[in-house]
């Protein structure tokens, strides 16, 4: 029997420029647990080039591996590489780890400059345990990734806040 397929989605909106937004989401550094709460480093960046390279360039070049502790309390570790960057629209990316797949990252500006962020992925579990229980929790999977998108963009919007009363 194959895998489920997670085909989920968000969307967040924030008062920023979509300059502002990309410049925090695509950092080529990774920073996301300075604003992600439940989400940390597993293990050092990855990169393939030097410094010196475009951001872009080093956004290409970078695989990040994160943890993410789910409100349910488990924790996935998932590898994000960028394969392809149209800065500051979209970027499209491979997912490794607890959870292998695709997604888009995509910016849009909205009325008054603000910002829409729209997330897609289409992943499935790797992991024994999650694949196995997948049939009869799904549903509580994809609460726990919709807890876990919301305190992303809670957490994106306050550290954008603070951000622009530091300028």
């Known amino acids: 029997m ?3 397929l997670y ?36 293990k050092p960046l990855d990169r393939t080039v030097q410094t010196g390279a475009s951001s872009k360039e080093l956004l290409l070049a970078t695989t990040a591996t994160l943890n993410f ?9 998932v590898s994000y590489h960028p394969t392809m960057v149209d800065e500051p629209n979209e970027i499209l990316f491979d997912a490794g780890g607890d959870l292998e797949g695709d997604g888009r990252v995509i910016l849009s500006t909205k009325a008054n400059d603000a910002t829409q962020m729209d ?27 919709a807890a876990l998108m919301r305190r992303g963009e809670e957490g994106l919007r306050d550290y954008l806040a603070r951000q622009n009363g530091n300028k």
């Open 2 to 4: 194959a895998t489920r």
């Open 7 to 42: 085909d989920l989605s968000s969307s967040w909106t924030f008062p920023n420029s979509k300059q502002e937004v990309w410049d925090v989401i695509a950092d080529p550094n990774m920073a996301w647990p300075d604003w992600w709460p439940g989400c940390t480093l597993a």
């Open 69 to 77: 502790k789910a409100s349910l309390g488990y924790t996935l570790s």
């Open 119 to 145: 997330i897609e992925w289409r992943v499935r579990p790797t992991s024994r345990w999650m694949s196995f229980l997948s049939p009869a929790a799904a549903p509580a999977f994809t609460y726990a990734h």
